[in-house]
């Protein structure tokens, strides 16, 4: 398997330390508001990670964290300043910030779900690791790593010499860049030091700690969950493009520090989702949730194939004619599935060339666009020669253990609902609402919803 890694900045070898066995880390959601697309597409890659890695025959350990303890808003710099997002969502609600970190995690439950992304191992929680955290942090400063002052606790980012090495953000080039936007705060060493621990009365979630009450720096949770889960060094850590700095360049200096030993093996992070050319964020403008998408009679599985169909590092537009291609693309597959045939002749020539080919093409840094062209080649040679389509169909069926598009063996077939709202159609046009409310009431209990809007009607199943 080749893939890119970040810190090195090229493709090369990736393979579990332990043979067969893959252990992997994925930066998960904060969970004080409903996550976006642009979210799941961190947290779709991870997937295709997973799936692919199975497919090739390893075993998977997948931990991704739930970040609940709140954070500030300025993620770009090393120690962010600001508010802090949780607090004013519970200050806003008047809510416990605990009620609404737990309602979002259950919200991103749902709509990874709905997604087909995969339960994950495990989904520690900041909030359940606090001795852990602090057990690390005291050991920081044990071996000067770190330093106390006023209750707060700071790493000494000249302390660790590769600081910036997978960011590109040395010291020096923070000092040259950003200084202006570098907080100056009086108890600190110098302005790139970074919290690892904090103090500060306000703060709705507090701890005991060595350092008075407080609460974690951001980057220590990660540090100190991955190693209780994953050990010291671990094969792979993923996030999305803003995860590099500054969070996982401190997880790597926090982690190195304690250890000394190398923290991740391979480093993966995806591109953008963008909207009108910028990153999807709330901070830059409108964001498009899964439920809103689902709303509007996407599947699932279709949202997925759209965030997966882009190769995982280029940036990707959300469009809604991208959406509306990947619907059709699984139309494509979904009809040749179910596809009634006469029996043509066995052969399982032309699948076991598209295997080996969908299976390279994954291998090749998570290849996505040529492993669905595969796919519709083979569709297409089948359907030309008549020949082989059974092997076909178990080969796609394979293919779905990593791609998660197809519809469920027992689900309404695509086309069949599509037939039934044609009759309906017809049968309103004709006044025939009897018949047309019959229709609908048929497809709900089959579990497809009609949703009638200004484009037509569309479907969804519920
Ligand atoms: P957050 O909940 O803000 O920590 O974000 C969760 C994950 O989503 C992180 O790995 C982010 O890097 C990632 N992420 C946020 N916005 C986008 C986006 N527009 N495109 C791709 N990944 C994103
Ligand atoms: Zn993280």
Redesign the pocket.
Known sequence: MRLYDTLTRRVKEFAPREPGHVRMYN????VYRR??L??Y??YATADLLRRTFELLGWRVTQVMNI?DVGHLTE?DVADAAGEDKLQKEAQQRKLDPWQIAREVEGWFHEDRRTLRILDAHRYPRATEHIPEMIAMIEALVANGHAYAADGNVYFSVGSFPSYGALSGNTVEKLDAGASGRVEERSDKRSPHDFALWKHDPKHLMQWDSPWGRGFPGWHIECSAMSRKYLGDTFDLHT?????IFPHHECEIAQSESVTGKPFVRHWVH?????LGGE???KRAGKIHTVPELVEMGYAGADIRLFLLKQHYRAPLPFRLELLDEAREIRKRFNNFIRQERPPGPPDSEAADAARARFRAALEDDLNTSEALAVLHELMTTVNRTGAGADEAVRFLREADRVLAILDEPDEAPDAEIERLMAEREAARRSRDFKRSDAIRDELLKRGIELLDTPQGTRWRRK
């Open positions: 930066c998960g959601p904060t996550n976006h642009g979210n597409r961190a970040t993620d996030g999305g493009p803003d995860n995806c591109g953008w989702l963008t990153k999807m964020s």
